[in-house]
């Protein structure tokens, strides 16, 4: 799984109907989201750049 392998400590999943699919609570799943859904997608992009650290490749947040 996703939160397994990475740094994500749970992802969401749910249908256009507000039910949800995937929830780290299995109690929760099939039941209906309550929380608010903006009406337009936001767009975000992130830029990193990788070089080499004192332990190998890194990766780093680029410059703002």
Do not use: K, N, W
Request: without cysteine.
């Amino acid at each position: 799984m996703l939160e397994e392998t990475s740094t994500i400590d749970f992802i969401t999943i749910m249908t256009p109907e507000r039910v949800r699919l995937t929830h780290p609570d299995p109690r929760q799943l099939g039941g209906t989201y309550l929380g608010t859904i903006p009406t337009e997608a936001r767009s975000h992009v992130e830029q990193f750049t990788r070089d080499a650290g004192p332990l190998g490749a890194r990766d780093r947040p680029g410059e703002r």
